[in-house]
């Protein structure tokens, strides 16, 4: 074990794959070589990311056809457009189909390189290199990929695992504290979806994350990727169980759409929208005033925002809400929980119960 780093795996068969958990892990050459296939090799990073990380890590790497391409940082270059880049420079270096990409940066990054693997000559090897909280926790693990679109956030892309996941905690030092924060509600998710006694964990450890304390952080992330690894193995494709990882998703995606990519962080925007999941299952008699307050206070301790924007009417609310891949024939369907520590499959909810809820968490 190198610098008491853990191994977990996603169990899906033939194409299960390791999530390695640990401080130091980018120095660790080995970990990475081991899921590369051929000498061809394209790091896909941003703007923010390269200058720390990006010259050390090809020098470690530097007995392999390398190539490089830094993108711009914000969810709002996460389109076609910059995916496009990345193919033009696959071809431009004549890259075949036993290449591999290396996503090295956060869920953005991530999202886009393993779309542009999955496109590319119809699937390169593609491995996940995340250096937010929020990517090492969540958008790494799983295999979604994807672009926004103006109308809709993550409405284009595929399903495509990676070979490995490679979270190094101590990358995020470097992380500020809004985007620790953003990656904080993610894992607040779990606890809330599934897993009560980590929940009470994280009531009484909380502080202790945002303080960046190393084994705190290591074991957040840990139970975190063991719970998405869990769910994702049962329902890869999200045909039924995985549909809980999207709770407060479907609220919080009507918001980064609304107010524009960029101007809220997804976990930020996730935070809103998990408390806006939690008072719906209050007022569909799931949840009591209590669990509702506890929910609120969590994300208040780690100064996330828990009200929704001002501008953002309750009927652009709504016509953003049925742009969502949880919806059928038209009807909003949303996660909600029937008790902290335990989500439901998505469901439709009356129209005027949604609205009451919208109107009562309007920011002021």
């Known amino acids: 074990m190198i610098n008491n780093m853990k191994q977990l795996t996603v169990d899906l068969g ?5 999530i390695y958990i640990g401080t130091q892990l980018l120095t660790q050459v080995n970990l990475l070589t081991q899921h590369i296939k051929s000498k061809q090799v394209l790091v896909v990073t941003n703007t923010t990311i390269a200058p720390l990380y990006l010259q050390s890590f090809l020098e470690n790497l530097s007995t392999y056809q390398l190539e490089s391409i830094i ?7 996460k389109t076609l457009a910059y ?11 004549k890259f075949n189909r036993n290449a591999t990409l290396i996503a090295l940066g956060g869920g953005v990054i991530g999202d886009m390189g393993g779309f542009a693997a999955a496109c590319y000559q119809r699937g390169i090897n593609f ?6 909280l ?5 958008s790494s693990v799983g295999g979604k990929t994807g672009v926004n679109h103006i109308l809709g956030k993550n409405m284009i892309g595929a399903f495509y695992q990676p070979q490995a996941v490679i979270a190094d905690i101590s990358v995020l030092k470097t992380l ?5 924060a953003a990656g904080i509600a993610e894992i607040i998710k779990y606890g809330l979806i599934r897993d009560y006694e980590f929940f009470e964990w994280l009531e009484v450890n909380i502080e202790l994350l945002v303080q960046k304390d190393e084994q705190s952080l290591a074991f957040a992330i840990e139970r975190s990727c063991l719970n998405k690894a869990a769910v994702v193995a049962e ?8 549909a809980i990882l999207n709770l407060g998703h479907t609220f919080g995606h009507a918001i980064e759409t609304g107010v524009g990519y960029g101007k809220y962080l997804h976990g930020e925007a996730v935070a809103i929208g998990t408390c806006l ?17 506890r929910i609120i206070a969590i994300f208040k301790r780690v100064n996330l925002p828990v009200l929704s924007p001002k501008n953002l009417t309750v009927n652009r609310y709504i016509e953003l809400m049925l742009v969502d891949k949880k919806n059928i024939e038209g009807i909003i369907r949303l996660i909600v929980l029937e008790k902290i520590g335990k989500a439901m499959l998505p469901i439709s909810v009356e129209m005027s119960i949604l609205e009451q809820t919208l109107n009562d968490y309007q920011g002021r």
Request: net charge negative; glycine share 6%.
């Open 176 to 180: 500020d504290d809004r985007q620790l």
């Open 277 to 293: 999941a939690a008072d719906l299952s209050r007022r569909l008699g799931y949840l009591n005033d209590a669990d509702v307050a």
């Open 83 to 93: 995916v496009e880049n990345i193919f033009t420079h696959l071809l431009t270096a």
């Open 14 to 18: 033939g194409r299960s794959y390791p």
């Open 71 to 77: 993108l711009p940082d914000g969810e709002q270059y």
């Open 235 to 242: 329902d890869e494709h999200e045909s039924g169980i995985r």
């Open 134 to 138: 929020l990517a090492q926790v969540d």
């Open 127 to 132: 491995i996940q290199v995340p250096t937010t």
